[in-house]
C-alpha cells in the first residue's frame, strides 16, 4: 500500500507538480493551511514550516520552500524570492543583476517530511543550477520565465520535461528513495 502525506501548499501549479512525480508511489493529498515563514536558511524556514504543519495536521506531512539564488548576489534572493518577484516582477529580478556580468544562477528546492507531531522534519533538497534571462515562455507559473537551464526557460519547457530535471523533481526523487528504503526495511 503507498504512503499517504499531506502536501502543505495552497499553490495548484506545485502540487500538479508533486502529484506528476510522486504518485503512485506515494499518495499525496493537500492541504493548504497558511503557515508563517521565519527569517533564515532555507533549511531552516523549511524544518519550522515543517513542525508547524505537522503539529496542526497532527499527522505525516510534507512542506516545500523554493529559492532561486543569484550567484552575483551571494545567493540572494533566496528563500525570499517570492517576495522579490511579487515587488519587482520578472523584469525586476532581471534588473538585479544589470551591473553584473554574472548571471547564473541556482534553483533550490526543499522539502521537509515529519511523520507526526513532536518528530524531526528530514531534509530534501535539490538544485539546478542555470541563468536569470530576459522573460520568455508563459507567465503562469512564478519565476519559471526568467530561468534558463541548459537553452530554454523553465517556462518554455513541457511540463514532462521539466519534471525530469527540476529543482523540485530532484528533491522529490530524494524523498521517493527516502520511503523506498524505510519500506524495505519495514
Not at 504512503?3 to 499525496?28: D, R, S, W, Y
Not at 524556514?45 to 552575483?72: Q, W
Not at 523553465?154 to 523506498?180: G, P, V
Amino acid at each position: 500500500m503507498a504512503p499517504t502525506i499531506h502536501f502543505i501548499t495552497g499553490n495548484a501549479n506545485k502540487l500538479k507538480e508533486v502529484k506528476a512525480i510522486l504518485e503512485p508511489q506515494i499518495e499525496v493529498h493537500n492541504q493548504p493551511l497558511d503557515l508563517e515563514e521565519i527569517q533564515g536558511t532555507i533549511e531552516e524556514v523549511a524544518d519550522s514550516k515543517c513542525r508547524r504543519a505537522a503539529d496542526l495536521v497532527n499527522g505525516p506531512v510534507l512542506v516545500e520552500d523554493t529559492a532561486l539564488c543569484f550567484n552575483a548576489l551571494g545567493g540572494l534572493p533566496g528563500p525570499y524570492i517570492k517576495w522579490f518577484l511579487d515587488r519587482t516582477g520578472h523584469q525586476g529580478l532581471n534588473n538585479l543583476l544589470a551591473a553584473y556580468e554574472d548571471k547564473s544562477a541556482e534553483a533550490v528546492c526543499t522539502f521537509a517530511y515529519s511523520p507526526g507531531p513532536g518528530r524531526d522534519p528530514i531534509i530534501f533538497q535539490g538544485r539546478t543550477p542555470g541563468r536569470i534571462v530576459p522573460a520568455r515562455g508563459p507567465s503562469k507559473f512564478g519565476w519559471d520565465p526568467v530561468f534558463e537551464f541548459e537553452g530554454k526557460t523553465y517556462a518554455e519547457m513541457e511540463s514532462a520535461e521539466k519534471n525530469k530535471i527540476s529543482h523540485r523533481a530532484r528533491a522529490l526523487k530524494k524523498l521517493q528513495a527516502w520511503f523506498e528504503s524505510q519500506q524495505e526495511t519495514a
